[in-house]
């Protein structure tokens, strides 16, 4: 593709043409090989290629953007721009003055920074020329007039004229996607000299990366989760810290409700000397961010078998940071008897989870599940030490 392709893309002219291959693939599951030659009668090969693309796209990033339909997205892009809930919730701390936002991608969190500051003072730096066209169109289409999209490389740009700045390293620089710090464009040691120029800083990162030593002293290392999943690890400096030196898992809902965990990694996990009425599964946030012992030490919960992160209590916790179940039942993982169980409860909708345990929950679940209207969860897990599995419903917290 060249770059006059994606101006086209994102300009009037193309217009017509994404409705109509919107239109034509709504009853459809994907592009087809005959759509596509009929557009190349028309069109050049590469923009009836990002035309049926981006409408595939613009699909899959429902879930990220409410206004999705209006946006423009590469393949790498949408899976690396964070979705407009989390991006609210982290522009939330930064200054409503200059801030820049570098290796801005197709414009999330840029989005959510303009949406917050009324400053004209506003950078979203992108070194892929074609990627800074799709971001500057994103911000227009959102009336984001005040932020600015310059193509640059960011380990040259100067974070000292702004009150605080983000970044987005790449983590797939060599082709393949990592977690390790060390291995992002830009570089480890260009992270370190931007943070010695201006350490009001937040830098994102994989959830599974472990960031170095003196960050960890240094910053706020936050787990940002939504949608049921942990999303991105920001690593927060500076004015932007809330909690220097500790760590927190932010859990945002569809709405943009936020519950923040805060709390220290790997603290002292009771064991339940029995299984209570409730069973509890931390949301993915906090178990990325080791933070489980924080919730058993505000609610006194206590874990089902040592290692293992389902938590037990006797009370119904009001607690968006983790999922409740009433345990119906707890049985030893025998087919047969977990067969009889579903049946006899006529459970034709059955969930299976599974935790520290060597199974396929698919196979688990066709072998015992029963005929009817009836639903549970069957979590299967070490309970008191040995393998059991637990028949549970899922239930809302009393708020």
Known sequence: MTLDDYRWLVSDAAQPWLARVRATLADCHGPTVALLARLRKELSAER???VVEQVELRRRACDKFALAERMFFTRKGLEQATDQQVAAVKAARFPAGAVADLCGGVG?????LARRSASEELRAIELDPAIAILATANLRSHDRENMTVVTADAAAFPVVDYAAWHIDPDRRAQGRRTSRVEL???SLDVLRRLLHQNSNAAIKLAPAADAPPEWCELAELC?????????QQVAWFGSLARQAGRR?????????????IVGQPDEPIPIAPWVGR???EPHAAVLAAKLAGAICREHALAAVSSGVAYLTGDALIDEPACAAFEILDVLPLDRKQLRAWCRERHIGRLEVKKRGVDMDPEKLRNAVIGAGDGEATFVVSRVLGAVQAIFARRVSPPG
């Open 48 to 50: 009836a290629h990002l």
């Open 108 to 112: 999330g969190d840029a989005l959510a």
């Open 184 to 186: 992002y464009a830009p």
């Open 223 to 231: 787990w940002l989760g939504s949608r049921g999943e942990c999303r």
């Open 248 to 260: 927190s898992a932010t859990i945002v809902d569809a709405r943009g409700g936020e519950r923040t």
């Open 278 to 280: 409730y069973l509890y």
